[in-house]
T-cell receptor, first 112, second 114 residues
């Protein structure tokens, strides 16, 4: 699986936008970019995913670079509940199993 | 409510005493899997199941067994637990296990083996 690189930690003020970067320079053409987050003492939770185009949903936006070598998860207005570890994961086609391969992620702190 | 449930949530046991962690999903998903999470190592897949009666090893299957007799249930079995299996375990499910599918995770089971 292609690797991703994320900052270890980031900090944001409450109600401000947060841009979480992810580098994936070895991404292949069929790799999807997934973002999950894990709140304290909970299981991972799906946030968003995309292939080539930018994506929006009720939780966040995903901006994908034109060359697909990087992407940014955007939380439009951070709340205290958004404090979590955010994982950027590439998921490519593999005959049969396509597990999520979690790296270390970015720990987001939100300051009131 | 669509969800993945796991039981028990917390378990302390002793070396060699067989245990089962149950996992159940109510979303009619074909694909289910088990992960363990350890500090510094992230989440690693233990076993997965593409469908009823179809299971296969993930990245760290040693010391574990699974079964998939019904679509909704995917229990994780530790026949002879050892201290190195002390970990946080998550069950997950998705529609088909394909690259664009969303995986739904359970709340986790924290296991301590003494």
């Amino acid at each position: 699986d292609a690797k991703t690189t994320q900052p270890n930690s980031m900090e944001s003020n409450e109600e401000e936008p947060v841009h979480l970067p992810c580098n994936h320079s070895t991404i292949s053409g069929t790799d999807y970019i997934h973002w999950y987050r894990q709140l304290p003492s909970q299981g991972p939770e799906y946030v968003i995913h995309g292939l080539t185009s930018n994506v929006n949903n009720r939780m966040a936006s995903l901006a994908i670079a034109e060359d697909r070598k990087s992407s940014t998860l955007i939380l439009h207005r951070a709340t205290l509940r958004d404090a979590a570890v955010y994982y950027c994961i590439l998921r490519g086609w593999n005959s049969g199993n396509t597990p999520l391969v979690f790296g270390k992620g970015t720990r987001l702190s939100v300051i009131a | 409510e669509a969800q993945v449930t796991q039981n028990p949530r917390y378990l302390i046991t002793v070396t060699g005493k067989k245990l089962t962690v149950t996992c159940s999903q109510n979303m009619n998903h074909e694909y289910m899997s088990w992960y363990r999470q350890d500090p510094g190592l992230g989440l690693r897949q233990i076993y997965y199941s593409m469908n009823v009666e179809v299971t296969d090893k993930g990245d760290v299957p040693e010391g574990y067994k699974v079964s998939r007799k019904e679509k909704r249930n995917f229990p994780l079995i530790l026949e002879s637990p050892s201290p190195n299996q002390t970990s946080l375990y998550f069950c997950a499910s998705s529609e088909q296990g394909e690259v664009a599918d969303t995986q739904y995770f359970g709340p986790g089971t924290r296991l301590t083996v003494l």
